[in-house]
């Protein structure tokens, strides 16, 4: 069977590639494949080139050599070009060109590398689809946590086992703000302009610090890991706006630190997928993974817990990624979307968040006078939710309006917990939302 | 392509295993395989069964029911079964039984699946020939970190990318040992003796000790990351019954944790790969994996800095290693042994270790006098050998023969510190060898 990979004799076929958007990461991959050209041949059986390139702008300097690969304008005519093996599509976003890209490549039977993590989690159960109606493999390592092999490790390293539980931390740039805030105790606002400035975070941050951008990469790495496709929507999704500096602060003095994580586990009731910003314990595994780096975690009856942590962005990392997959094309390592050839079309059944159960932090702003803690403690016993321990700091000054109070919870119920929340933002003592914040163990 | 892994009309042909080895690897990977036949099925796109096992006592209880598997006292006969599809070699040792199964199935061209580290790091050259010429894959992703799937990771997941350092914590008897004595502060015998008797170490420790188990999974991964087979004899090996409780007292005054790594990089010279105990940075990724876990750390120019830790040993997660890898087999995704079909044959030049260049710690035994300072840092000035930092703490009675001292060097070259080193256990004021320890950064 190994002779698949190359063939001694026969002089070999290059796979040839047309690139669709030329990024940071489309200039990358190409910069990669000249420099590393022998290595790949070596390993692929056969030489890797690029044959054609897409993009808006001929005139915008790159940083790489164009010359001598064809120009389209319209990605959607480098998909016809008959001397494109392998579509890699680096334009980005779940609808538009990159998607009419993508499957009107798959649906002419080529091959398509991508890195677009919105394209596969919103229309992963069609594209599966696809791909398997027009026997075109579908690969997307760069999608999820950039240069680390999450997806091969969840889809192939651990498909012997039934897995329990994925996800990780999985936006770079959350982290990076997280762990900026802790170290300075500067607020939200303040690292984030920081962020902006030095590049780790987007004129428009939203679709990192909302969360969204981490959960597309839970519902894939879900879909990955309970073998069929996850519906995005079903995905419950928190994001960092409202982590404060003196969360940072209260988290250290409970022996925590918080991360923004994306966990998806199965229950008898569904999957529970969510991405919310945690409290971790300072020394899990989880809490030494700081700045831009991402971790996925994985855990499965037989193997136990694994964590892969690496650079979850750039040009080099994701470059890395694209080309692994396209190794495993020219291996003949193909693979049906989800891992499973069956099940392309039937999204998993998905169990409400409110069905969790989890401990919890609560930080309130509350009026600074007798009473109010009782009327605080009433609402949580009224709600069956029980008391771990109490943190409350001074106010600052003698005329503050309000003093922050944490509450660390037992085991609780969701339910119980969103519940008593709502209560407690309705009484008069409480100034401002609460910030619920869940504590994971690992 | 997709379609090679599955056919949706046709009735799926079951892969047949023979199972050479009935420890409790052996067992728990028939254990998986029942537990998970539904999920392995759908994953694999056939069934995986075992047919045929092998072992010398057929009376012993194993906690698995082996009614209708054929059963087979030698090993041999049960690779010539015709039944059997796939032999999976469980039986372990670089010699013997082990390697005499493995080569029949490769010469009969049936694919090998093998936890046998040894057996690999031994023969990986003759076997990698073999597999080759037979067209019969082996796969071992068992023989390295366990449930890790640090072979794929390093084969395929960064297959995209130049490689310049691979290694780790491959050795998990000696993680827990130097994790027992940092936290406990006992000696290394009484830790050594603890391990055993909670099954943490074998009766005879030397090859988990001594560094040889770690220094063969370090053989596999530098031939998977640099594309050829390494000589075994080519690795520099120190294991850990040198290191001291004070040593471990010394390390974490000077902010650094001791781990026994094993670790390859290429050189202009060839390749370095060595086997030693490190001190690394207290706060670095490789500090905090404590206990029996195992990490495994690639380095590539594009992807960066990858880690993945997990269980590197035990009937679970190498059952689920050996089943990765038949899963492999059975969707047709099979590779060359060193990932590359042409360099079979060819094992990589080694570059002596004392061509290496580092940072060491260095304990003394010396008298209590004046002017052993001297003597000492005279002859580290001799060698051309640079002082960072210098530790000494007092007898701790008046009347002790010898005082601790601690020296810490800048960077310099691995020929230097060891010609220091033999002179500096030369002297009279030196009580005892010297314990040298590398200092790495990550």
């Known amino acids: ?60 300097d790159r940083g790489v050599d164009l010359a001598g690969l064809r120009w389209y304008e319209d990605a959607r005519e480098l998909v016809t070009d008959p001397d494109v093996d392998v579509v890699v599509e680096l334009i980005g976003g779940a609808e538009g060109t990159a998607r009419a890209v ?15 993590k919105a394209l596969v ?57 997280l762990t900026v805030m802790r170290e300075t105790g500067k607020d939200f606002a303040t690292v984030l ?31 990955l890991a309970f073998g069929q496709p996850v519906e995005f929507s ?14 940072l602060s209260f988290a250290r003095a409970l022996g925590y630190r918080i991360r923004l994580l994306g966990l998806a586990h199965m229950t008898e009731c569904g999957l529970q997928a969510r991405v919310t910003p945690c409290l971790v314990p300072q020394h899990s595994p989880l809490a030494q993974v700081d700045g831009v780096f991402n971790a996925v975690v994985a855990e499965g009856e037989f193997v136990g817990r694994i ?13 890395s990624a694209v080309t692994a997959d396209l190794i495993d094309i020219a291996r003949g390592h193909t693979i049906a ?24 932090y609560l930080r309130l702003a509350v009026e600074d006078r007798p009473g109010v803690i009782a009327d605080i403690t009433a609402v949580l016993r009224d709600c069956g939710v029980s008391l771990r321990s109490m943190l409350q700091h001074p106010a600052e000054t003698d005329d503050a309006p309000y003093v922050p109070l944490v509450l660390v919870t037992h085991q609780t119920s969701e339910a119980a917990m969103q519940e008593a929340v709502t ?7 409480v100034t401002d939302s609460p910030v619920m914040i869940r504590i994971e163990t690992a």
Request: proline content about 5%; some cysteine.
């Open 121 to 177: 989690a919103l229309h992963g159960s069609a594209l599966a689809q696809l791909s398997a109606t027009h026997n075109a493999p579908l690969l997307f390592e760069a999608a999820v946590a950039g240069g680390i092999p999450a997806i091969k490790t969840v889809r192939e390293g651990l498909a012997g086992d039934r897995l329990l539980r994925v996800g990780g931390i999985l936006n770079g740039t959350c982290n990076y703000i």
């Open 307 to 319: 964590m892969i942590e690496g650079r979850g962005a750039g040009a080099g990392p994701t470059a």
């Open 1 to 60: 069977m190994t002779s698949r990979t190359s063939s001694a004799s026969a002089p070999a076929t290059p796979l040839r590639l047309g690139i669709a958007g030329l990024g940071t990461v489309g200039a990358g991959v190409i910069r990669l494949l000249r420099a590393n050209a022998d290595l790949l041949r070596a390993r692929a059986g056969r030489p890797i080139e690029v044959v054609a390139v897409s993009a808006r702008d001929k005139t915008r």
């Open 193 to 223: 302009k920081d962020a902006q400035d030095l590049g780790y975070a987007e004129a428009d941050p939203s679709t990192d610090i909302d969360g969204l951008d981490a959960a597309h990469k839970l519902t894939i790495l879900a879909g």
């Open 423 to 429: 209560r407690i933002d309705a009484l008069s003592v």
């Open 102 to 116: 993508v499957e009107q490549a798959l649906a002419a039977g080529k091959p398509v590398v991508t890195a677009n």
């Open 337 to 360: 979307v989800w891992g499973v050839q069956a099940s392309a079309g039937l999204p998993l059944r998905a169990a409400p968040i409110t069905l969790g159960h989890g401990a919890f």
């Open 234 to 247: 079903s995905v419950h999704v928190e994001g960092i706006r409202r982590i404060g500096a003196e969360d």
